[in-house]
């Protein structure tokens, strides 16, 4: 069994900051890749962040310089540092892990249970 779990989420004025954290849990051989996503009402799941095993990441252009995506792979938990929120960062965010599970021979993507954030005034 694996499991995602989520904290950090909450409600914040414009300006603001929260620092969204992951863990998973479980029969876990490897994580891989980890990554944050997002979605508003009305709009698409957005791909906010990633990071690899190795700690390249990457960021999508609305957060890029605001947001900080992290992990400690001692604590298999990825971390995304929300700087200078903006009404439009409100969204519910998901955490997800490509991870191996004990004695098996391929990832699979894992996904956290989202945490809602929510920036106004």
């Known amino acids: 069994q694996v499991q995602l779990v989520e904290s950090g989420g909450g409600l914040v004025q414009p300006g603001g900051s929260l620092r969204l954290s992951c863990a998973a849990s479980?029969?876990?051989?490897?994580?891989?890749?980890m990554r944050w996503y997002r979605q508003a009402p009305g709009k698409q799941r957005e791909l906010v962040a990633l990071i690899t095993r190795g700690g390249s990441t990457d960021y999508a252009d609305s957060v890029k310089g605001r947001f900080t995506i992290s992990r400690d792979n001692a604590k298999n938990t990825v971390y995304l540092q929300m700087n200078s929120l903006k009404p439009e960062d409100t969204a519910v965010y998901h955490c997800?892990?490509?991870?191996?599970?004990?004695?098996?021979?391929?990832?699979?993507?894992?996904w956290g249970q989202g945490t809602q954030v929510t920036i106004s005034s």
């Open positions: 997800n892990a490509d991870i191996r599970r004990i004695a098996a021979t391929y990832d699979l993507g894992y």
């Open positions: 479980g029969s876990i051989f490897s994580i891989n890749t």
